[in-house]
């Protein structure tokens, strides 16, 4: 597939006329071929017109269609072969390693999301039969099952070109549920946007898709994405991204006649507890850890480990020492875009200039265009309560270690922290009794508690939660990544009474889907 910089609405190949973007190579800095011409508000209106044509036909397919509809994309993603690693490398400044093992994870969600619709119990189909005989009064035949919400549009992430992208983890989770999707891609990435969005356009053709199930929006600015939102017939929002572009999504979501949910993963520190028995045990270990965390990928990870927790003390001196002599030995990495990396030197100054920090070690200098080099801070807990700004995320391999008198100031701090997607507790057994009084702090403003690891590493599984209370996420019930992303998209809809023969097939009294259901609130498994 070449890439020619259109937008692909439904099955037209257009070329757009808002004004034109290019890539840039984020090693040299150096402009991209092809220029990636702009969607029109006429563009947009005619993806949202498809999008909502299709949406009653994609919504009732088959789930053996739609789950070979999704096997399809990725599918058609792997035979992109080298060149869609070629050019997402250079559009990312991302190793060749990074983009393999991320296109393995896009891969791996959308034959997940297959299996989950096969399965069939994400429709959770419930029958309450009628009682004619009840006394006092009868029981009308309820049935329910959950329905996809509508169109729904995804923002592609500048972090992740692939697993959070034109075909990542919202994309592959809206179409699981029965949802057409309007992919607004990131001007980071439209080469790599564009070659995995062709791929999903192949898929939705050659399984007789209706044509609006997906398209692929490029564009300059706010006014495309922000179109996007207000438009009536889009019905959820996928976002992941900066806390001041989500925010201002969730506003217009909110704002318009009938408002909808913008699911908006945004910002989080990820605070690292490293409690006594650990930090004296195994501090060495755990500081050399620590590093290689904060450092993946240029620290570009929204579970980037932010924020250390300890006791002070010569533990955490040690532990301190150890992290610098790690850090020192990091090569300073390419970052995702000049606009990032700029981003990234302005915070790093900022704090380095803060009266109660200090700056404790740096990482390799820049050696070529748009580096982030590693640094590493430390402040006292009563700085950290006093200072607000000390708890805003810097997006890059920078992480500020707080001194804490000890576990009772400790605790005050979890309990001062914003909502966050990871928390990571690095413990020994003989902190046990100590940990207990955390975990209800944690739990109410974590998503993901780890032990003895950290945050960047997102499995992609049924147990999975990749959210977190505001400002993580928009909606901490919520999580973007795993089986369960797929219920932000759906809503539940009951019938009473309804003739057997009007009902849908998940609800029919012969199950022909075959799936589980709940009748009469006990779990009937299905005769396969």
């Given at each position: 597939m070449n890439i020619a910089g259109n937008l692909l609405i439904g099955q037209t190949t257009v070329r757009g006329s808002n004004g034109a973007t290019y890539?840039?190579?984020?090693?040299?800095?150096?402009?991209?071929?092809?220029?990636?011409?702009?969607?029109?508000?006429?563009?947009?209106d005619a993806a949202c017109a498809l999008a909502w044509t299709a949406f009653d036909i994609y919504r009732e397919t088959s789930l053996e269609s739609r789950a070979q509809f999704l096997e399809a994309i990725a599918s058609n993603i792997l035979e992109l072969g080298d060149t869609l690693i070629e050019r997402c490398v250079r559009e990312s400044g991302l190793p060749r390693a990074r983009?393999?093992?991320?296109?393995?994870?896009?891969?791996?969600?959308?034959?997940m999301f297959a299996g989950v619709v096969r399965e069939g119990d994400f429709l959770d189909a419930r029958i309450d039969p009628a009682q004619p005989e009840r006394k006092p009064l009868p029981r009308v035949d309820l049935r329910m099952r959950y329905i996809g919400l509508g169109p729904v549009a995804v923002f592609g992430a500048s972090n992740f070109p692939l697993a959070f992208s034109v075909a990542g983890g919202d994309t592959a989770s809206a179409l699981a549920a029965g949802c057409p999707v309007i992919v607004k891609a990131h001007s980071a990435h439209p080469g790599t946007s564009e070659l995995v969005g062709m791929?999903?356009?192949?898929?939705?053709?050659?399984?007789?898709?209706?044509?609006?199930?997906?398209?692929?929006?490029?564009?300059?600015?706010?006014?495309?994405?922000?179109?996007?939102?207000?438009?009536?017939?889009?019905?959820?929002?996928?976002?992941t991204g900066s806390r001041h572009a989500g925010t201002e999504l969730i506003s217009i979501g909110a704002s318009r006649s009938e408002p909808i949910p913008v699911y908006a993963e945004m910002s989080s520190i990820n605070p690292v507890l490293i409690f006594p028995h650990a930090l004296e045990s195994r501090g060495d270990a755990i500081a050399?850890?620590?590093?290689?965390?904060?450092?993946?990928?240029?620290?570009?990870?929204?579970?980037?480990?932010?924020?250390?927790?300890?006791?002070?003390?010569?533990?955490?001196?040690?532990?301190?020492?150890?992290?610098?002599?790690a850090l020192g030995d990091v090569p300073a990495a390419t970052m995702l875009t000049p606009g990032i990396q700029s981003a990234f030197d302005k915070a790093v100054s900022n704090m380095a200039a803060h009266p109660h920090v200090k700056t404790e070690a740096r990482g390799g200098a820049a050696s070529s265009p748009n580096q982030g080099q590693g640094v590493l801070f430390s402040t006292t807990a009563q700085a950290f309560l006093a200072f607000a700004e000390l708890q805003?995320?810097?997006?890059?391999?920078?992480?500020?270690?707080?001194?804490?008198?000890?576990?009772?100031?400790?605790?005050?701090?979890?309990?001062?922290?914003?909502?966050?997607?990871?928390?990571?507790?690095?413990?020994?057994?003989?902190?046990?009794?100590?940990?207990?009084?955390?975990?209800?702090?944690?739990?109410?403003?974590?998503?993901?508690?780890?032990?003895?690891?950290?945050?960047?590493?997102?499995?992609?599984?049924?147990?999975m939660v990749?959210?977190?209370?505001?400002?993580?996420?928009?909606?901490?019930?919520?999580?973007?990544?795993?089986?369960?992303?797929?219920?932000?998209?759906?809503?539940?809809?009951?019938?009473?009474?309804?003739?057997?023969?009007?009902?849908?097939?998940?609800?029919?009294?012969?199950?022909?889907?075959?799936?589980?259901?709940?009748?009469?609130?006990?779990?009937?498994?299905?005769?396969k």
């Open positions: 890539a840039i190579d984020a090693s040299t800095g150096e402009r991209m071929e092809p220029p990636f011409g702009g969607a029109t508000a006429q563009d947009l983009i393999e093992g991320e296109r393995a994870r896009t891969v791996g969600q959308l034959n791929a999903v356009r192949k898929a939705v053709k050659d399984c007789g898709m209706p044509e609006g199930t997906f398209s692929l929006l490029f564009g300059s600015g706010r006014e495309i994405g922000q179109g996007l939102v207000r438009d009536p017939r889009i019905k959820a929002v996928g976002f050399r850890a620590f590093v290689q965390s904060l450092t993946l990928g240029a620290g570009q990870f929204c579970t980037n480990p932010g924020l250390i927790l300890a006791v002070d003390g010569p533990a955490l001196d040690d532990f301190i020492r150890s992290a610098s002599a805003e995320e810097i997006f890059g391999s920078s992480s500020l270690i707080v001194r804490c008198p000890d576990l009772a100031s400790m605790l005050k701090l979890v309990e001062s922290l914003e909502g966050q997607l990871t928390s990571a507790l690095h413990i020994d057994e003989e902190d046990y009794e100590d940990v207990r009084a955390f975990l209800p702090a944690l739990e109410r403003r974590t998503g993901r508690i780890l032990i003895n690891g950290f945050g960047t590493g997102v499995e992609v599984g049924h147990a990749h959210g977190g209370p505001y400002p993580s996420t928009a909606d901490g019930r919520s999580s973007s990544v795993g089986s369960l992303a797929i219920e932000r998209f759906l809503r539940p809809v009951s019938y009473q009474d309804m003739p057997d023969s009007l009902l849908p097939g998940a609800l029919k009294s012969s199950n022909p889907l075959k799936i589980n259901r709940r009748i009469d609130g006990k779990i009937a498994l299905a005769q």
